[in-house]
């Protein structure tokens, strides 16, 4: 069945560091892919998303980018603030049946 | 557009106690789900409603949790008993038909079960 596989956090970086979060699925068809953020205390937000191979969802400075060869989703950004700081999910969208397949999530600390 | 609205923000009861949780979707969105959030875990799916209709509570512990949607906007989410290991937030969202629209989440329910 599908499934979504996060990098283990708590990731704990600098402020102005790269930051790459790894994320790898496994599907049959042609899902949708999304990264989600939950701020301390707060719902879920959606950060972005690819709909098909090689699309590059982006924002607010973070990236990911839809790998069908390597079934991957890895969301980057290039330079973290210390507002950046929460939890990050990757989740596969089910095209039977509208549900989310969602990763563990991966916290992120960013130091000042 | 207004966001999923969702109340109450916090609630506290006893064992054994009943509780209700209430939702407002995002008006034209079809579909809504409740999830379950364990700290430190990911949603937990516990029922996937399409207008009014059920679509999935296969992880909704049938015996002491229900759930409804009337007239297909609002919904709420009730526990009764309620065990210590409902201490959760328990999250809303909606979304319209189609496996490209992403999820709108409210602010979600902190239980505690004490």
């Known amino acids: 069945g599908n499934s979504v596989t996060q990098m283990e956090g708590p990731v704990t970086l600098s402020e102005e560091a790269f930051l790459t979060i790894n994320c790898t699925y496994t599907a049959t068809g042609y899902p949708s892919l999304f990264w989600y953020v939950q701020y301390p205390g707060e719902g879920l937000q959606l950060l972005l998303k690819a709909t098909k191979a090689d699309d590059k969802g982006s924002n607010k400075g973070f990236e990911a980018t839809y790998r069908k060869e390597t079934t991957s989703f890895h969301l980057e950004k290039g330079s973290v603030q210390v507002s950046d700081s929460a939890v990050y999910f990757c989740a596969l969208g089910s095209d039977s049946n509208y549900q989310l397949i969602w990763g563990a999530g991966t916290k992120l600390i960013i130091k000042p | 557009e207004a966001g999923v609205a969702q109340s109450p923000r916090y609630k506290i009861i006893e064992k054994r106690q009943s509780v209700a949780f209430w939702c407002n979707p995002i008006?034209?969105?079809?579909?809504l789900y409740w999830y379950q959030q364990i700290l430190g875990q990911g949603p937990k799916l516990l029922i996937q409603?399409?207008?009014?209709?059920?679509?999935?509570d296969s992880q909704l512990p049938k015996d002491r949790f229900s759930a409804e949607r009337l007239k297909g906007v609002d919904s709420t989410l009730k526990i009764q008993p309620a065990k210590l290991e409902d201490s959760a937030v328990y999250l809303c969202?909606?979304?319209?038909?189609?496996?490209?629209?992403?999820?709108?989440f409210g602010n979600g329910t902190r239980l505690t079960v004490t």
């Open positions: 969202a909606s979304s319209q038909a189609g496996i490209n629209s992403p999820l709108h």
């Open positions: 008006s034209g969105h079809a579909t």
């Open positions: 409603f399409q207008n009014n209709g059920v679509v999935d």
